[in-house]
Each structure stands twice: as structure tokens, then as C-alpha cells.
């Protein structure tokens, strides 16, 4: 059942707190700017590419939080982003595999599931 809010609360927006400038960049201009404030270099269009296909490849895999660390990992890592992919695909390849293309079992102790 939705809960059903005042009129005042329908009708009128918050005021924001603070303001959200960060939410006016665009992809390339928050990339820019990251990696600047990081001192790093900015990724190369391919890289951009191939750490998106990085993230998207861990977030179907696995959980979705798993995409943002494993781009993490893959930073600190020696290996390129393309050598990077190809393993995470055959991690998630193995995966699939392993479960006979079902997602994984939860785990003991996770919600909805009982100690055996």
C-alpha cells in the first residue's frame, strides 16, 4: 500500500541543502576533473571503454558493488585494461559454469535462508 503524503508535502519541493554542482558535469568533464584533483592522467577513450566494459562484466557477475572495487583493483593492478577484461570475462565465464548459469546459492547466514 503507498503511504499517502500531506498536500503541502505533494505540493511543494524541498529546498535543497546544499548545492549539487558536481551533478551539472558531464561524464567527461567529472573524468577530467577527478583526475586532475588525483594527479593522474586521464584515461584514454579505449581505457574509458574497456574499464566501463570492466565494471559492467563485474556487476553481472556478481553484486554491483563489485564493479566500483573491481576498477579499484584494476588501478593498482600492473596489467592493462584490456588483459584486465579478458580475465574478469573468464572469471565471470567460470562463474556461470559453476553454477550451471544459475545465479550462485546465497550465502550461509544471508537473509531469507536458514543455518543447516
Request: charge should be positive; aromatic fraction near 4%.
Amino acid at each position: 500500500m503507498l503511504a499517502r503524503l500531506p498536500p503541502r508535502a505533494r505540493t511543494h519541493a524541498p529546498t535543497p541543502r546544499r548545492r549539487v554542482s558536481w551533478a551539472l558535469m558531464t561524464r567527461d568533464e567529472w573524468i577530467d576533473a577527478f583526475a586532475s584533483v588525483a594527479a593522474v592522467e586521464r584515461p584514454s577513450p579505449a581505457e574509458i571503454r574497456e574499464l566501463l566494459e570492466l565494471a559492467g562484466t563485474a556487476a553481472h557477475a556478481s553484486e554491483r558493488t563489485a564493479a566500483p572495487i573491481s576498477c579499484w583493483i584494476a588501478a593498482r593492478s600492473r596489467l592493462g585494461t584490456r588483459e584486465l577484461l579478458r580475465r574478469a570475462s573468464e572469471l565471470a565465464g567460470a562463474g556461470d559454469a559453476d553454477h550451471g548459469g544459475d545465479p550462485p546459492p546465497p550465502a550461509p547466514g544471508a537473509a531469507g535462508t536458514t543455518a543447516g
